[in-house]
Structure formats: C-alpha cells, structure tokens
C-alpha cells in the first residue's frame, strides 16, 4: 500500500490542453473516486497514473518515489477496465495467475495466491471455466482478482460497472468496497454516475474541463458544494438552481424573475439586487408549507413518479413558462400532472450562488 500525488498534471493533445494543472493527494489506503462529465479527463489522469498515457507536465509521485519515466509493468499498479479484459482462451485460474507467470513467479506460489484469491471472491466454483461461461458480475470478479492476486500497491478502476445491470451495479458496488475495507489497497475509481461514488467512496474528486472543482468526503460536496456546478452534479435527483435577484428587505429571501420569495436562513455576502441562483434540494421542498417559513410557493405538478421509498414530482413554479424543479416527499401523494400545488423550501437548507460565477454566497 501507498500514498498517491498529482502535482500540477498537465495533458496536451497537440495543441489541445485537455488537463490543466490538477493536484490530487490520496492518503495510503484511501478510496477516491474521480466523476464528471464526459470529456472532463478523469480517465485520462487515470491512464496518465498507470503510464498508459504520457503527461505534459507535473510530477505523480507513488509511495513517494515519482514514477513518470517508469514503465506501466513496472509501476506496481493493477487497473481493472470497464470490457473486462480477460483472455477469452484461458479458464479463470490461467487469467488470474497470468500476471504472475510474467513475473517468474513459482508455478507452487502462483497455484497458493490464485486459490486465496478465488476464496475471497467467490470464485473457487468458477477455476476451470472460460470467460465466455461467466455471467457479467464473474467476469468482472475475475477481472479483479487478475488484479488483487498482484498484490499492488494501488487499485485504478475505469468505470468497471457501466456494461452490467441495474441490479448487480448495486451489488457489485457493496462487494468493491467490502474489499477495499478488506485489503485496505489505495483506490482510484472513475465513474461517470455521481450515486455509485457517493456510496462507495472515501473522498470525491469532481472534474470538469480538466480542472479540480471541489474535493471532498460526500456528505461535503452533498451539504456544501463549492459551487453551481458541483450542486447540480452531485445528487440524483440534481439540485434545484433557481434564478432570481437577493432582496434583503424584510429578511433575506430571493425573489424569482416571477416574483416568487424565496426564503434565506440569514443575509449573505452579496449587495440587495445582486443576480443568484438559489440552490434547494428536492427533499428540501414541504407540500403545502410549513409554520414560520413564510408563503408556499404555487406550482403545477408536471409528471409523478413514485418509487416506493418516496415521490419524486417535476414541477412548474408558478404556472406556465415557470421554472421547472423537482420535489421528492416521503408521504404517498395522489397527484396528477396539471393539478396546482404549494410548496415549501426549507429555508435552513437553502444554498446560494452567484448568477455569473457560480461561486458559493452562503
């Protein structure tokens, strides 16, 4: 196990900066997750990590020894892939030992690592079977264990859930991250859904454009993004970033283009007047108001989907040509799209960010 360090990482396609100047630090043992958009370079400083690609500028240092002029083979790193990568003409135990018979590893040691390996991950049934007889979740354990049985010093994972279903995505995700609690391996993860690595990761790291947003444990980034970028992204169903301008007359509030109030828990750092956008989360809006919170807000229920544990409704503040937002309730509710409601944010949990920057004003 080992510590990780991107200093000032620079990638250039040509001409074309696609990663400006990311600085990363991942403690020994630690399970960071890169997410983003698309095009935004988390695979990209994920390849750069196991030497697959070639960086511009910047220094990776692992277990403090910088390793950009080292060889992938020889940077002691195991990445899984998202296709699997598994060699469609060896049975499971000639995948997983491969690795090992490269290194001159004894034939007695190899036999010994692969079994403790297929232990730990429920492949012990599966040795003498070709991929092509695995479902999506054994190929996938396979593809892990070709990594664990190498004993890294880090873990890169690029996307390795997208291609299986809904349902083993969640518990593919569990058995990721009782491993790592298991092996306690430094982990880099890249994944493009922002709930699988607010669920299995220690701190986040979200990119866009090839730049570093914000980092942090995800109750931070959920709680207090640092800006409207990263409270849109973070969170399923995405935040509500409504525009408006900051009146501070009569409390802190916002008023909406519509003439909608907008409740504020206290004034910001901003001038009255100023353009923002007010953040609330869907599970921050009360049907039908609630005590002390000032006017509900009208809205027309757009679309109502319940999924069991709670109702999530697309709505339109105010009425046609509104600002559409989301709500989610824990009560059954019995509501039709058209149908008029009232809504109340919960002020205490209200965000506000500037219009222009996205900067965070509270």
Request: aromatic share 4%; hydrophobic share 45%; proline share 6%.
């Given at each position: 196990?080992?510590?990780l360090q991107?200093?000032?990482?620079?990638k250039?396609?040509?001409a074309?900066?696609?990663?400006?100047?990311v600085?990363?630090d991942?403690?020994?043992?630690?399970?960071?997750a890169?997410?983003?958009?698309?095009?935004c370079?988390?695979?990209?400083?994920?390849?750069?990590i196991?030497?697959?690609?070639?960086?511009?500028?910047?220094?990776?240092?692992?277990?403090?020894r910088?390793?950009?002029d080292?060889?992938?083979?020889?940077?002691?790193?195991a990445?899984?892939f998202?296709?699997?990568?598994?060699?469609?003409h060896?049975?499971?135990?000639?995948?997983?030992g491969?690795?090992?018979?490269?290194?001159g590893?004894a034939?007695?040691?190899?036999?010994?690592?692969?079994?403790?390996?297929?232990?730990?991950?429920?492949?012990?049934?599966?040795?003498?079977?070709?991929?092509?007889?695995?479902?999506?979740?054994?190929r996938?354990?396979?593809?892990?264990?070709?990594?664990?049985v190498?004993?890294?010093?880090?873990?890169?994972f690029?996307?390795?859930?997208?291609?299986?279903?809904?349902?083993?995505?969640?518990?593919?995700?569990?058995?990721?991250?009782?491993l790592?609690?298991?092996?306690?391996t430094?982990?880099?993860?890249?994944?493009?859904?922002?709930?699988?690595a607010?669920?299995?990761?220690?701190?986040?790291v979200?990119?866009?454009?090839?730049?570093?947003?914000?980092?942090?444990?995800?109750?931070e980034?959920?709680?207090r993004?640092r800006n409207?970028f990263?409270?849109?992204?973070?969170?399923s169903?995405?935040m509500?970033?409504?525009?408006?301008?900051?009146?501070?007359?009569?409390?802190?509030?916002?008023?909406?283009?519509?003439?909608?109030?907008l409740?504020?828990?206290?004034?910001?750092e901003?001038?009255?007047?100023?353009?923002?956008?007010?953040?609330?989360?869907?599970?921050?809006?009360?049907l039908?108001?609630?005590?002390?919170?000032?006017?509900?807000?009208?809205?027309?229920?757009l679309v109502?989907?319940?999924?069991?544990?709670?109702?999530?409704?697309?709505l339109r503040l105010?009425?046609?040509?509104?600002?559409p937002?989301?709500?989610?309730v824990?009560e059954?509710?019995?509501?039709r799209p058209?149908?008029?409601?009232?809504?109340?944010?919960?002020?205490?949990?209200?965000h506000?960010?500037d219009?222009?920057?996205?900067?965070?004003?509270?």
């Amino acid at each position: 196990m080992s510590s990780l360090q991107l200093h000032q990482i620079v990638k250039h396609y040509g001409a074309a900066p696609v990663i400006h100047g990311v600085d990363i630090d991942i403690a020994d043992g630690e399970f960071v997750a890169l997410v983003g958009p698309s095009g935004c370079g988390k695979s990209t400083l994920l390849r750069a990590i196991a030497g697959l690609e070639d960086i511009s500028g910047g220094e990776i240092r692992l277990g403090g020894r910088v390793i950009n002029d080292v060889a992938p083979r020889a940077r002691n790193i195991a990445m899984v892939f998202q296709n699997y990568a598994l060699y469609p003409h060896m049975s499971v135990r000639e995948n997983l030992g491969f690795a090992l018979r490269l290194q001159g590893v004894a034939r007695a040691q190899i036999a010994q690592r692969v079994e403790e390996v297929a232990g730990v991950l429920g492949l012990a049934p599966l040795l003498d079977r070709l991929p092509r007889q695995l479902s999506g979740g054994q190929r996938q354990r396979v593809a892990m264990g070709r990594a664990i049985v190498r004993r890294p010093e880090a873990f890169l994972f690029d996307e390795p859930l997208s291609n299986l279903d809904a349902k083993l995505r969640v518990q593919m995700r569990t058995e990721i991250r009782a491993l790592h609690q298991r092996l306690g391996t430094t982990t880099v993860y890249v994944t493009h859904d922002q709930v699988e690595a607010m669920t299995m990761a220690d701190r986040i790291v979200v990119l866009r454009d090839g730049r570093v947003e914000q980092v942090g444990t995800p109750l931070e980034l959920y709680d207090r993004p640092r800006n409207a970028f990263v409270a849109g992204f973070i969170g399923s169903p995405s935040m509500n970033l409504i525009p408006g301008r900051l009146a501070l007359d009569d409390g802190a509030h916002v008023l909406t283009d519509d003439g909608l109030r907008l409740p504020l828990p206290r004034a910001p750092e901003a001038a009255a007047g100023a353009r923002v956008l007010y953040g609330a989360r869907p599970e921050h809006f009360a049907l039908q108001g609630a005590a002390g919170e000032g006017a509900p807000l009208p809205a027309e229920v757009l679309v109502v989907e319940p999924t069991g544990a709670e109702t999530q409704l697309a709505l339109r503040l105010g009425g046609q040509g509104g600002q559409p937002i989301v709500a989610a309730v824990r009560e059954r509710v019995t509501l039709r799209p058209g149908e008029r409601v009232a809504l109340q944010p919960q002020a205490a949990h209200a965000h506000l960010f500037d219009a222009a920057s996205g900067a965070r004003l509270n």
